[in-house]
């Protein structure tokens, strides 16, 4: 059944990425930022996949925190992992699309620091989970969760606080040409998310059945 499910998220992945480039580059210029603008058809789309991950990798943890399930835990660690990737992708992104459309790399007002701390924290519990010796796994889950909490905080900041950064509502406004490029590439970031949490967790799954295999016939 996982098999199928997998080969399944591969094709859709395989079509979406071949036709997202195709799109964003008939979408629309906009009008003050010109080709940089099309930045933002990876930008929003990576924070998008990163917010899902940390959502993934809290509900994940908390499931292995207080049922004990190890396949829980394996979604978490890998759901982290690409949190920190789609993450970085945002992280850097960003600034490009910041210095054309405000004049400046980097601004701390309240999106950019916070989602900024949101990565900081899954860096934390990755290195916690590595080097943080026996047991450090429920430490590191409470840590996930905790993450997992901040995503809301994120999300509506540009709502409650002043920012420079747009609002939550910039997405309805766009013309019919820029928000079909927009939802291709949002699909196709989850999608992506989707299949390497999953090629990860098999591959954590094969690792784990190989140090059994190993430790059985060593005794």
């Not at 199928?4 to 009008?31: D, G, K, N």
């Not at 990576?46 to 940390?54: D, L, P, R, T």
């Not at 889950?141 to 409650?160: H, L, R, T």
Request: aromatic letters at 16%.
């Amino acid at each position: 059944m996982m098999h199928r499910i997998f080969s399944a998220v591969i094709v859709l992945a395989t079509i979406v990425f071949v036709c997202a480039p195709v799109f964003i580059a008939w979408a629309p210029y906009e009008s003050t930022m010109g080709l940089v603008q099309k930045i933002f058809y990876f930008h929003l789309p990576s924070w998008a996949a990163m917010f899902a991950a940390a959502f993934v990798c809290g509900i994940a943890s908390a499931v292995f925190l207080f049922r004990g399930r190890l396949i829980s835990d394996r979604i978490a660690v890998a759901s982290a992992e690409l949190v920190v990737v789609f993450g970085l992708i945002g992280l850097v992104s960003g600034p490009l699309w910041a210095r054309k459309a405000w004049g400046v790399w980097w601004q701390w007002d309240a999106r950019l620091t916070m989602a900024l701390v949101l990565w900081m924290i899954f860096i934390a519990y990755l290195l916690l989970r590595e080097y943080g010796g026996p047991g450090s796994e429920k430490l590191a889950a409470g840590v996930a969760i905790f993450g997992m909490a901040n995503v809301p905080f994120v999300y509506w900041s540009v709502n409650v606080w002043r920012t420079i950064h747009p609002t939550t509502n910039v997405v309805p406004t766009l013309v019919p040409g820029m928000r079909g490029p927009l939802w291709w590439s949002l699909v196709g970031f989850l999608l992506l998310y989707g299949l390497a949490m999953m090629a990860r967790v098999r591959l954590e799954t094969q690792r784990a059945t190989l140090d059994r295999i190993y430790r059985d016939l060593n005794d």
